[in-house]
């Protein structure tokens, strides 16, 4: 399988998509204004502490208070407490744990307000994405991850990937792990640590410990809410998670962004540096891969397939169904096949939208009825291997006497959703649009309840290139005219994907300011 990783970095915004095959598999998207991402350690206050959920809300500088549940809590989270606590009055000499006097674990079955009041200080990390109406997920099961290692303080065990081909292999390394682990300090081998020697395990064990005297010295004067630690990018976390010898290619279009994934890659792989290479054709970097286009055709709620069978994806508040039809192409001779043939198809397609819109939760699936239970094992062994290479926790169950099959998948952030629909942008397929004349008292209206709302913000106006030019025009034009009314500059960006009579405010963060 030939995998490619396509990097486009436009403002800033960077998109990362995965390739399998030539096929669009996974799509991300970071901000560079984001406030955090998953991995990032803070320091955070609990807000209100909820029994009937057993768990707490914690403020991290989020618009949302973070969701701390009793079972994200982890057995050692006493011992972590009094670390933050003994750091932060400067009773710690060292980050290291060698002469740390652990606290007893917590029980499996214990209550929150056991273990969290309102108004503590403690130390957390992102586990979840804010999801729909949700603020992030926090654990107190610090995990620091690397290449070949994840390490976690407060803890003596070691963990060797299940994935690791055999079990000399595992043993193998499970051995030498232990003798090169510092005290109180367990480590999981991940599978990308397989056939690795003492001395590249080591150099990521020195890594790893780096990172957590950061957290140490951050914790020393960070008050609440503060961040500790961190998580890299997403492009480079992407590269640390799934870099591996079957990838054959990394295209980035920013000169920046390419000398810096370049410098990762041959850091951790230096046989792999000349994969990376820097886009510089004349169309954008997803039009020139045709990522654009699988986009457009793969987001839709009907995703066709190659024999022109097709699935329906429905979202609900409760779960995902997914509903897969033949079209109009099924053979009148030897039916059995024909559905077999169209269900193997199917569940390769279902995998690869699971994994490309993210999608999480309950899923289930109404796939064409067989009634032969050969086919149906078939089918179910097909869409375990075509998961396969998914990240993300997830069970699939056989399918039932109906037909349906049933697959949990885990949630980490928010699923992707990509409107495709080719509707009038300007009128919303109504036929009629404001008289464009009346746009600017509009826009002057929403600007001097801005001005006045937030006295010394910085503003940006994002309107299409008809709208900015007109605003620009003339001596004085409008903006200077503004300029002379509020003792204040307004910057005018003009974006060719803005209809006509749409407009937006932005302040110096890129954030949009709504007015309600």
């Not at 375990?384 to 399918?399: E, F, I, W």
């Amino acid at each position: 399988m030939e995998k490619e990783m396509i990097v486009s970095s436009t403002g800033n915004t960077v998109e990362v998509a995965l390739l399998e095959d030539g096929a669009l598999v996974e799509i991300h998207r970071q901000r560079s204004t984001d406030q955090f991402t998953v991995g990032d350690v803070f320091v955070g206050q609990v807000t209100r502490v909820t029994a009937p959920l057993n768990a707490a809300f914690v403020d991290i500088g989020h618009k949302k208070d973070a969701f701390l549940h009793y079972t994200d809590l982890g057995p050692k989270v006493r011992s972590l407490q009094k670390f933050a606590k003994t750091t932060a009055a400067g009773k710690n000499p060292t980050a290291q744990l060698d002469n740390f006097v652990m606290e007893p674990e917590i029980v499996k079955t214990g209550k929150i307000d056991e273990v969290f009041k309102k108004k503590d200080i403690i130390m957390t990390q992102v586990l979840k994405e804010p999801i729909s109406t949700k603020g992030p997920r926090l654990s107190c099961e610090i995990t620091i991850p690397g290449r070949f290692l994840v390490m976690t303080p407060f803890n003596d065990s070691v963990a060797v990937s299940k994935k690791i081909s055999t079990s000399e292999e595992r043993k193998r390394l499970h051995v030498l792990i232990e003798s090169i682990r510092p005290k109180n300090f367990g480590v999981i081998v991940r599978t990308a640590a397989e056939g690795k020697g003492v001395s590249e395990l080591l150099e990521e064990v020195e890594i790893l410990t780096a990172k957590w005297e950061t957290i140490y010295e951050a914790a020393k004067t960070a008050k609440a809410p503060a961040k500790l630690l961190s998580e890299v990018d997403k492009t480079t976390g992407l590269l640390r998670d799934l870099l591996t010898p079957d990838f054959s290619r990394i295209v980035v279009d920013d000169k920046d962004l390419f000398e810096t994934v370049r410098k990762y890659v041959t850091e951790i792989s230096p046989k792999k540096a000349n994969i990376v290479q820097l886009h510089k054709g004349p169309k954008p970097i997803f039009d020139h891969y045709s990522i654009t286009k699988q986009i457009k055709s793969s987001f839709g709620k009907t995703a066709t397939m190659p024999s022109g069978a097709y699935i329906v994806i429905e979202h609900t508040e409760a779960m995902h169904t997914i509903d897969v039809n033949s079209g109009n192409k099924m053979p009148s001779q030897n039916q059995a096949e024909a559905v077999l043939k169209i269900n193997m198809e199917a569940a390769e397609e279902i995998a690869r939208q699971l994994r490309l819109r993210d999608i999480g939760g309950i899923i289930v699936i109404d796939f064409i009825d067989m009634r032969d239970a050969e086919h149906r094992k078939e089918v179910a062994s097909a869409m375990r291997k075509a998961m396969k290479n998914d990240r993300a926790q997830h069970t699939v169950l056989p399918l039932s006497k109906f037909g349906l099959m049933q697959i949990t998948r885990q949630r980490v952030r928010p699923e992707v959703k990509i409107t495709t629909a080719e509707k009038c942008p300007t009128c919303n397929g109504t036929g009629k649009i404001n008289a464009t004349i009346l746009l600017t008292d509009d826009i002057e209206r929403d600007l001097n309840f801005i001005m006045e709302a937030r006295p010394k913000a910085k503003l940006k106006l994002k309107v299409h290139p008809y709208v900015a030019a007109y605003l620009k025009r003339g001596m004085p034009s409008t903006q200077m005219k503004w300029y002379l009314k509020y003792y204040r500059w307004l910057q005018i960006v003009q974006d060719g994907d803005f209809p006509i009579t749409t407009y937006k405010f932005f302040d110096a963060d890129d954030e949009e300011i709504k007015m309600s």
